[in-house]
């Protein structure tokens, strides 16, 4: 089963970002896309997250009320502790019995049960990330889009993080789309890898990796040849 993005046409003010551009999302996958600065990758999640409106374009099967977003940047209530930041986006949907139930365990599997009540401003970057993606997978979405939610974050951080939310993905899968300029990340995590081109911007490859994701290393023969060819097709090389 797959989601369509077909016929998408958008421009700022005479800037054409997207010209007929056709995509396929993979459902319950995780879709990576990769491509040179100022692609197009934000306008495309911020049009499928209903954020922004695309100027032509047909999308099948994304339902902007099941939507959840993690952006660059956590974009916590700085007010709320780690607990009430994830616990809010459940208020207006379950009793609080249920939601206590529900923040109790995404607050286990990112492993922030001693920080329960603290405030943002005494998290660290990645534990402040952290607090988003549990925040994004507490809401029952069926379409999770991330633009670069690892970027910043110093190895080690980066590699918990990437565990984690494959912990948390595998439990209830749904349709991730994920945005990020970091090939390893990319190979670890996608079934599908999309390389972008520039403007108006165009699909210039698609890999997909069938390698079961807990036996994927950086140091696997596949996984460094499809690195290689993705350095190739974005030109790095
Ligand atoms: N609100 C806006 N008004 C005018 N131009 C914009 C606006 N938002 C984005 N652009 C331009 O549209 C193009 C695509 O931007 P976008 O942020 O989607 O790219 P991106 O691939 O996400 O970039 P990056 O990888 O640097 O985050 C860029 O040239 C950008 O300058």
Redesign the pocket.
């Known amino acids: 089963m797959t989601l369509k993005i077909e016929k998408l046409y958008k421009s ?2 005479g ?1 054409k ?1 997207f010209e007929n551009f056709n995509m396929e999302i993979i459902k319950n996958g995780i879709t990576c896309i990769l ?1 040179p ?8 999640l911020n049009m499928i997250s209903g954020i922004l409106k695309p100027d032509v374009g047909i999308f099948s099967g994304f339902d902007q009320k099941a939507i959840s977003y993690i952006f660059q940047e956590p974009r916590l209530l700085d007010w709320k502790s780690v607990w009430g930041n994830i616990e809010f986006v459940l208020k207006d949907i379950y009793e609080k019995e249920e939601r206590e139930k529900i923040v109790s365990k995404y607050i286990d599997l990112v492993g922030l049960r001693e920080f329960k009540d603290y405030y943002p401003k005494n998290l660290s970057g990645g534990m402040m990330q952290r607090v988003a993606i549990a925040r994004a997978f507490a809401y029952s979405s069926n379409i999770l889009l991330m633009d ?1 939610p690892f970027k910043g974050l110093d190895v080690n951080s980066k590699k918990r993080l990437m565990d984690e939310f494959i912990k948390l993905w595998m439990e209830d899968l749904r349709t991730v789309i994920f ?1 990020t ?1 970091d090939i390893e990340e990319a190979v670890l995590l996608g079934d599908s890898i999309y390389v972008f081109s520039e ?1 108006p911007v165009q699909i210039k490859k698609r890999f997909n990796i069938d390698l079961l994701r807990h036996k994927r290393s950086l140091e696997d023969e596949r996984i460094i040849s499809i690195k290689r060819e993705i350095h190739k097709v974005l030109g790095d090389d």
């Open positions: 700022y003010e800037l970002v491509g600065s100022g692609c197009g990758k934000t306008t495309l670069e945005v300029h403007l």
